[in-house]
């Protein structure tokens, strides 16, 4: 079974600039999550889908963070502009009913100049 | 609100020998589940045990296994016979209620001496 897919791997931009993250989840997954840790810290939930439903983005700043699920399999989260502060590895997850394990990708490590 | 708290940011243990990692969690909700997650430096995290706050024996899975004890609200993770391969960051994490929501500790990272 393949495991959740993430690209790209790492990204450098520059501060007020946009960029995108993909995720892929395990297959049949119906619940997604979208994960921001700061280095030396826990990784910190931006948002959660159910199938292509949002069901929490309260940590999620909306000014410029946006992310969507089409279908309700892949998802990708965008920044526009990014600020300095955004710097982070940003990790996606699923779990096939959200009271469950997660399993989680390799991560994307951004960082803003 | 939902508090996951891991106050040991390091941890150091002999190969071969048992470690706990500390985890306390606070919440009102009478259902939620506990995870322990490791994230070696590579950086992937991985899913390593589980418990249901309705769950009465001690979860275990192979070297590891989470000592429950509801009335103090703690799940400690024990790791038996450790192994080089064991030094990592090791993260406590709590779901509670209608959504599930995650929440992450913020980690202790063990190192396993040979």
């Known amino acids: 079974e393949a495991g959740v897919a993430q690209s790209p791997r790492y990204k450098i931009i520059e501060k007020r600039q946009s960029v995108a993250f993909w995720c892929n989840p395990i297959?049949?997954?119906?619940?997604l999550y979208w994960y921001q840790q700061i280095l030396g810290q826990g990784p910190k939930l931006l948002i959660q889908?159910?199938?292509?439903?949002?069901?929490?983005d309260s940590q999620l700043p909306k000014d410029r963070f946006s992310a969507e699920r089409l279908k309700g399999v892949d998802s990708t989260l965008k920044i526009q502009p990014a600020k300095l502060e955004d710097s982070a590895v940003y990790l996606c997850?699923?779990?096939?009913?959200?009271?469950?394990?997660?399993?989680f990708g390799p991560g994307t490590r951004l960082t803003v100049t | 609100a939902q508090k996951i708290t891991q106050t040991q940011p390091g941890m150091f243990v002999q190969e071969k020998e048992a470690v706990t990692l500390d985890c306390t969690y606070d919440?009102?909700?009478?259902?939620?589940?506990l995870f322990w997650y490791k994230q070696p430096s590579s950086g992937e995290m991985i899913f390593l045990i589980y418990?249901?706050?309705?769950?009465?024996q001690n979860a275990t899975e192979g070297r590891y296994s989470l000592n429950f004890q509801k009335a103090r609200k703690s799940a400690n993770l024990v790791i038996s016979a450790s192994q080089l391969g064991d030094s990592a960051m090791y993260f406590c994490?709590?779901?509670?209620?209608?959504?599930?929501?995650?929440?992450f500790g913020t980690g202790t990272r063990l190192k396993v001496l040979a």
């Open positions: 997850a699923s779990s096939k009913v959200p009271a469950l394990e997660q399993y």
């Open positions: 297959s049949g997954h119906a619940t």
């Open positions: 889908f159910q199938n292509n439903g949002v069901v929490d």
């Open positions: 919440t009102s909700d009478p259902s939620y589940g």
């Open positions: 418990q249901g706050s309705y769950d009465q």
């Open positions: 994490a709590m779901n509670t209620g209608g959504t599930y929501k995650y929440i």
